[in-house]
């Protein structure tokens, strides 16, 4: 069983026209995890904290079945966000456990005002579901929302073999295109506030069966 305790949270058409990006995953290399953050288990420990978990969702990848389950830990139903703890399981087996104290947030969720962007691509209300090649696929949660503050991209490759987490950073999704088979997001990693300063944007995006990241 493998488990990973973790505590934080351009549009493009059908061809990127700038292509210098740094992989997150590939079937063949692997993952990059330059795009994952810890922080301080000495800030706040929760990985010793009962939970319960619940709403079971299956994705599918070639011959594998993964359940995706979301809860709360006990007596935690008063905090900030939806849920706090994601279980992946794969043919019944748990693959990854991850647990975030400042919360973790429905799509729908208005504190982070992203509803009618990701109403197309969330038919289940608590991630979005993307194919990346035929044998895999991308899930994305989203941290709790807090003030100026942004809230964390999750992001796990699901594929026939194996699940990872690729990506936990706190940055905003300013825009998801799915078209011609491609998937592509503009993000923003920072706050411009009162017309000061500049925005600082990247990309996510598959290219070649491989998913990117690159600075825009």
């Not at 506030?193 to 598959?206: K, L, V």
């Amino acid at each position: 069983m493998k488990m990973i305790f973790l505590f934080f949270s351009l549009s493009f058409s059908c061809v990127v026209s700038t292509h210098k990006g740094v992989p997150l995953y590939s079937n063949t290399d692997g993952v990059i995890y330059n795009f994952v953050e810890f922080i301080d288990e000495e800030c706040i420990s929760v990985s010793s904290l009962p939970y319960s978990l619940d709403n079971p969702i299956s994705v599918t990848i070639s011959a594998s079945t993964y359940t995706i389950k979301t809860g709360r830990f006990t007596g935690w139903d008063d905090e900030e966000g939806d849920f706090d703890v994601i279980e992946i399981s794969k043919n019944g087996q748990p693959e990854i456990i991850y647990k975030a104290y400042d919360g973790i947030a429905k799509m729908n969720n208005s504190k982070n005002s992203y509803t009618s962007l990701f109403s197309r691509y969330s038919s289940n209300g608590y991630f979005i579901e993307m194919p990346v090649t035929s044998d895999s696929k991308v899930i994305i949660f989203l941290g709790q929302h807090y003030g100026t503050d942004l809230s964390r991209l999750i992001i796990f490759t699901l594929t026939d073999s194996d699940v990872k987490l690729v990506h936990n950073k706190q940055m905003a999704i300013n825009n998801i295109t799915a078209e011609c088979g491609n998937f592509s997001m503009l993000l923003e990693s920072n706050i411009v506030e009162f017309g000061y300063g500049t925005p600082a944007t990247h990309s996510i995006y598959q290219k070649n069966d491989v998913l990117y990241f690159k600075d825009n």
